[in-house]
């Protein structure tokens, strides 16, 4: 049987709608074109009724009737004026054709000249890394496409790029550190440096992001943080890291920054905090925000063994029980310490032993905060002494349950120099100021996933809360009050968070015996010369009458049992020489 041929109309009938919608679609531009004016008016028109909307509903209710009187007194104007409606038609066409117009820039198809060379160098660098010879259809090949292994992108203003999208062969080793610090370092360098970036590895979908991150905030001067008992702000982080913000003061201005918040006491997993840093980096800076800080809620013993007078704005405060600068003092400190703290455990244990709640005095935080106790370390090894180092073990081991938190600053380079206890009971590490990422990963236990810079502004780090994420710090502005290098603004706010000074004991006053106890024997020393007689003593005249004192608050006078007569008070006068 022959075929019977197709309908013409099934033949060619998807030529004749290709053609019709054609055609209707150049009659739709036609009459766009035609219709533009109007379309623009009437788009005006919208926007000027909307902005008339908002500015009534901003009006407060009892200006709003001295707002209608306005208005009716200029469009009765307008009508009692020759030609005033035809003027104030033409003018409003005008306004709406203005506030109508598309103001939206031509969006780009796609990268200028100048972006796309960027991006064409990008991929051939990652050639050598991202391609295999038994690769069949290889994503990466000398002169190939680039839009294919970047999908997404983004440029700054300077012209170089700030967000990309990068897609790499499923055979690419990303689970191993090595191969992803060389693909971050040459990233890193061909998108532009003195930047840091950030890398997010999705080893399901064999993609990576790279983003550049913004600066942290260096203007954020010490202040009372709103935390609390057992809560510590080391310092400030990018909004993406954590879900926790405070809010802080600038000036006269207040924003929400997120911070990195250091968590001790009993139930904290990293009790004491070891911050390294280069010289100028900012530790010092991070211990006084500390201690400020933990003067809130308790007590502070500071060594500072660097000597240059960091911390002398602390010395006799409230809450401050020491601040030592020498080797001798620095012992005695650090051996009170120790003993308190084993005082306090054995308090807390037998109190849990009977039933009892902690003494009150064991609950009180105890910080003992160190800079530099390596350059203890030489003077004391010179002189034969103990290692001020070897007396932090027990603070180390035994501090959480005696709520006592010990706090280790020191430099880079003298990492090797301090103890094993201190390197494995610091569990919070902190390191600041320009370090290489080996360092970092060395000290934190873990590699930053952004690209360390050369050239930071002082407190600017990485921290690390155990085995958490490592996040990037800026620590707040702290310095020493008494510098002359710093400004008026940042010395008062120190000064505002200093607690009052503590009255020296020598300064109190000692009360008066009382008269009903007897007076009791004053026995002075003997001040004679040598070679010469003693001389006798001199009788003095018993006071007729003492008035009895006021009864004052302080400690008990000890009584005199059995007191003997009264007896003259011996004046000792220093003999004339004898010729």
């Given amino acids: 049987m022959a075929r019977r041929p197709l309908p013409r109309i099934l033949s060619n009938g998807s030529a004749q709608l290709a053609r019709s919608r054609e055609l209707a679609r150049t009659a739709a531009d036609s009459a766009t074109d035609v219709l533009h004016p109007l379309i623009t008016i009437t788009r005006g028109l919208r926007r000027l009724a909307a902005a008339g909307r908002r500015r009534w509903t901003e009006t407060p209710k009892e200006r709003r009737g001295a707002l209608l009187f306005l208005v009716a007194s200029v469009l009765l104007v307008v009508a009692l004026l020759p030609y005033g409606p035809l003027c104030a038609a033409v003018t409003l066409m005008a306004a709406a054709a203005w506030k109508g117009r598309d103001r939206a820039p031509a969006a780009s198809d796609g990268p200028d000249e100048s972006q796309t060379e960027r991006l064409k160098a990008l991929y051939e ?76 590895w999705d080893e399901e979908g064999n993609q990576l992001t ?25 310092g400030f982080t990018d909004p993406t890291e954590v879900r926790r913000t405070l809010p802080l003061t600038y000036g006269e201005q207040q924003r929400d920054v997120p911070p990195v918040v250091w968590r001790t006491g009993l139930r904290s997993t ?10 100028g980096s900012g530790t010092s800076t991070l211990l006084r925000s500390i ?12 060594v500072d063994g660097g000597g240059t007078g960091e911390y002398a704005c602390l010395t006799g405060r409230d809450g401050v029980l020491a601040v030592e600068c020498g080797l001798t003092g620095a012992l005695a400190s650090l051996e009170w310490a120790a003993t308190e703290t084993e005082r306090r455990l054995i308090a807390a244990n037998r109190a849990h032993q009977a039933g009892h709640p902690p003494p009150d005095d064991t609950k009180r935080p105890l ?3 160190l800079d ?9 090894a010179a002189d034969d002494r103990k290692d001020p180092q070897s007396l932090l073990q027990v603070p180390l081991r035994h501090g959480r349950p005696a709520n006592v938190t010990v706090v280790v ?33 060395s000290v934190l236990g873990a590699p930053p996933h952004t690209t360390p810079v050369d050239q930071v502004p002082p407190g600017r780090g990485y921290a690390r809360l155990g085995m958490g994420p490592v996040h990037r710090l800026q620590v707040p502005a702290t ?40 007076e009791p024997e004053l026995v002075a020393p003997e001040l004679v010369e040598p070679g010469q007689a003693k001389p006798e003593p001199q009788s003095v005249p018993e006071p007729e009458t003492v008035p009895e004192p006021e009864p004052v608050v302080s400690e008990p006078v000890p009584v005199l049992t059995e007191p003997a007569e009264r007896k003259p008070v011996p004046v000792l006068t220093k003999p004339t020489k004898s010729s």
């Fill in 479 to 518: 310095p020493n009050p008494y510098d002359d290098a710093t400004s008026d603004a940042l010395r008062q706010a120190v000064l505002d968070l200093l607690p009052p000074r503590t009255t020296p004991a020598d300064g109190e006053a000692v009360p008066d015996p009382d008269p009903s106890q007897g």
């Fill in 367 to 369: 910080w003992i905060l």
């Fill in 125 to 200: 660098a990652l050639v050598p890394y991202f391609s295999a010879a038994e690769d069949p259809e290889p994503l990466y090949a000398h002169g190939g496409a680039w839009d294919k292994a970047f999908p997404t992108y983004a440029f700054d203003g300077a012209g170089r790029i700030s967000h990309l999208v990068v897609r790499y062969p499923a055979y690419f080793t990303d689970g191993e550190a090595e191969a992803r610090a060389r693909i971050e370092h040459l990233l890193a360098a061909k998108s532009g440096r003195g930047r840091e970036y950030h890398f997010t």
């Fill in 409 to 441: 600053a020191d430099q880079l380079d003298s990492l090797d120099t301090l103890t094993d206890a201190v390197r494995q009971h610091t569990r919070a590490r902190v390191v600041l100021g320009p370090a290489t990422a080996d360092q970092i990963e």
């Fill in 270 to 279: 990293e009790p004491h905090l070891l911050a390294l840093g280069q010289p």
């Fill in 372 to 380: 530099r106790p390596t350059a203890f370390t030489h003077l004391a």
């Fill in 210 to 234: 790279v983003s550049v991150l913004l600066p942290l905030p260096v203007d954020i001067a010490a202040q009372r943080f709103v935390t609390t008992p057992g809560e510590t702000v080391l």
């Fill in 291 to 302: 201690a400020l800080q933990a003067l809130q809620h308790g007590d502070v013993v500071i």
